[in-house]
């Protein structure tokens, strides 16, 4: 069975900072690893996404992950965090190929001046 | 192009009573799936369609819960009755394509079961 586990309720990161987001999962074959964002009142937004290949994936609003196969882990990144990156950050996995997805309770980001 | 939209936006209703939550996929898309996170847990997978066929329903609670699709567009998930455990918020997400094909999500209802 599929697990994802993020371990940190809640981050805390002054702007301008880097942050780091964890992530470690337990699946059986090969990780399809996702990250999402949810705002407020809104729906998930897709981050980035490791299928295969290069280990360092790049995504939306320049946050990055990098997939460590050995630790299994895909902690979620970005050099300098924005009080706009606040929000709830949701790692994800599946295997064949990206049907459902298996989700982390969640990780709250606060971000502050 | 649209995104998902969901239906209503919040529901509160009665144990016993009947709801019915609607999903509008983003078009084009026949992959819809429906998840729900209950009392701030894990976001859990409830089913998947492709087009009008289920493709994968392993994640449904029990057999109060109904999910269709009818014409392979807009789906509807409806809980019947509703008991007080089914509080939570349900997402209906879609893609694309199944394999490797990043999901896009609504912004939920959010069902308050008293």
């Known amino acids: 069975a599929q697990s994802v586990a993020q371990p940190e309720d809640q981050v805390n990161v002054a702007e301008g900072n880097p942050l780091t987001v964890k992530c470690t999962y337990s699946v059986s074959g090969n990780p399809y690893l996702f990250w999402y964002v949810q705002y407020p009142n809104r729906g998930l937004q897709f981050l980035l996404k490791y299928i295969t290949g290069d280990n360092l994936v790049k995504g939306s609003y320049g946050f990055e992950a990098e997939f460590n196969k050995s630790q299994t882990s895909f902690h979620l990144k970005k050099p300098s965090a924005l009080v706009s990156d606040s929000a709830l950050y949701f790692c994800?996995?599946?295997?064949?190929?990206?049907?459902?997805?298996?989700f982390g309770t969640g990780t709250q980001l606060k971000v502050e001046l | 192009e649209a995104g998902v939209t969901q239906f209503p936006s919040h529901s509160v209703i009665e144990k016993g009573q009947t709801v019915t939550l609607r999903c509008d996929p983003i078009s084009g898309h026949d992959n819809l799936y429906w998840y729900r996170r209950v009392m701030g847990k894990e976001i859990k997978f409830l089913l998947h369609f492709v087009k009008e066929s289920k493709q994968d329903e392993s994640g449904m609670p029990n057999n109060r819960f109904l999910a269709e699709r009818t014409g392979g567009t807009y789906s509807t998930l409806k809980v019947q009755p509703a008991e007080l455990e089914d509080s939570g918020v349900y997402f209906c997400a879609s893609s694309r394509g199944q394999f490797y094909h990043e999901q896009y999500f609504g912004p939920g209802t959010r069902l308050t079961v008293t």
């Open positions: 994800a996995s599946s295997t064949g190929g990206g049907n459902k997805l298996t």
